[in-house]
């Protein structure tokens, strides 16, 4: 084999081998170009997923912002049932004191009339309705206005029309028996007698 026979031999060979990796780089950039559209594919599913995601994710979250408020509802709503509650027990339970303070203040009337009956008993029946006072007005308890005020149906109770030279018409003359309010709520109305229009 002559030199120059080698050299073409080589030159092919090489020619061979250039051919052949040009066509592995153009197959494998084929491949690559047929691999982008499922990348892209890919991506796409992706997406969709993210968008599914979020969907999913914004209406957790709106059902947790509705249980919260539902709870928050129940809680302020419970809450409000039991000061009611407490409230209305309150009130029945002043309401049935109300006599006991009644009669305390009978008894103080006939004590004071009474001659000859010890300074300690007037003392200690003063100072019993002090302290019912006391518990009364701490819980909210106060006496209504009547004598000389015009006649309110809310919080008086008329049991007697009389004739007055120094009422106007519709005022409270007298007060028969004291009435009470517990904050707004009308405990007892006032028993009165009103002058005549």
């Known amino acids: ?11 092919t060979a090489a020619s061979e081998q ?31 997923a993210r968008l599914e995601w979020e969907k999913e994710r914004t209406e ?5 912002l509705r249980k919260q408020a539902e709870n928050d509802n129940l809680r302020r709503i419970s809450k409000m049932e039991q000061t009611e509650a407490r ?4 009130y029945d339970f002043m309401n049935r004191l109300l006599p006991v ?7 103080l009337e006939a004590a004071r009339a009474a001659a000859g009956l010890p300074a300690t008993y007037l003392e ?5 309705r002090k302290q019912l006072e006391q518990i009364l007005t701490q819980e909210g308890v106060s006496v209504i206005e009547a004598a000389g005020t015009p006649f309110d149906p809310h919080c008086h109770h ?6 007055s030279e120094d009422h106007d018409p ?11 309010r517990h904050r707004q709520r009308i405990l007892r109305p006032s028993m009165v007698k009103v002058c005549r229009g």
């Open 1 to 11: 084999m002559t030199a120059k026979k080698q050299n073409i031999e080589e030159e």
């Open 18 to 48: 250039e051919l052949k990796t040009k066509e592995q780089k153009a197959g494998g950039s084929e491949q690559e170009i047929d691999q982008q559209p499922e990348a892209g594919a890919e991506l796409s599913e992706l997406d969709a």
């Open 60 to 64: 957790l979250l709106d059902k947790i």
């Open 87 to 90: 409230e209305y027990a309150l």
């Open 101 to 107: 303070l009644d009669n305390i203040e009978r008894a």
């Open 124 to 128: 200690g029946l003063e100072m019993i």
């Open 158 to 163: 008329a049991v007697m029309e009389v004739e």
């Open 170 to 180: 519709g005022t409270v003359t007298e007060e028969l028996q004291k009435g009470y």
